[in-house]
């Protein structure tokens, strides 16, 4: 039953248990979740977190048997997905550098191609400039 209850984790990481006895009968399991021999993929933070259930071994027991509808289930798909998500939106962001380089290399190539010439480029002023027509003792027109 535990086993099986792990199966969707045991596909992702390799797993460490920790099982200890409390008070009035309780139980608290303990996952741990770390990269798996033989997986390429970097683990985050949150995936390696460790889980804990705390309660008797009968509740703890009838919690592991609901499978994946059980609290573990719910867990253990949830931070799946995150780490899905995690994974896509890496993907996003290389193919998106990736695409910006190449703007740049082609903005870059594009530019150095075309020769430009300093009488057709225009003339800008300074942001707060004076217009040249206008003198130190006149305020500037607007007309």
């Known amino acids: 039953m535990l086993i099986s209850s792990l199966l969707p984790l045991l596909e992702r990481y390799s797993l460490g248990f920790d099982l200890v006895a409390g008070p009035d009968g309780t139980v608290t399991l303990t996952v741990i979740p770390r990269n ?21 071994a009968s509740e703890i027991d009838a919690e592991l048997a609901r499978g994946a509808d059980g609290a573990l289930g719910q867990l253990i798909t949830t931070r799946k997905t995150l780490a899905d998500q995690i994974a896509q939106q890496r993907e996003a962001t290389e193919a998106a550098r990736a695409a910006s380089a190449e703007a740049a290399k082609a903005k870059a190539a594009s530019t150095t191609s075309k020769p430009s010439s300093p009488a057709s480029a225009p003339t800008s002023s300074a942001p707060g400039a004076l217009p040249a027509e206008a003198t130190s003792d006149e305020p500037a027109s607007l007309w």
């Open 36 to 56: 798996a021999e033989g997986k390429t993929h970097s683990l985050e933070s949150g995936e390696t977190r460790p889980i804990s259930l705390t309660a008797n």
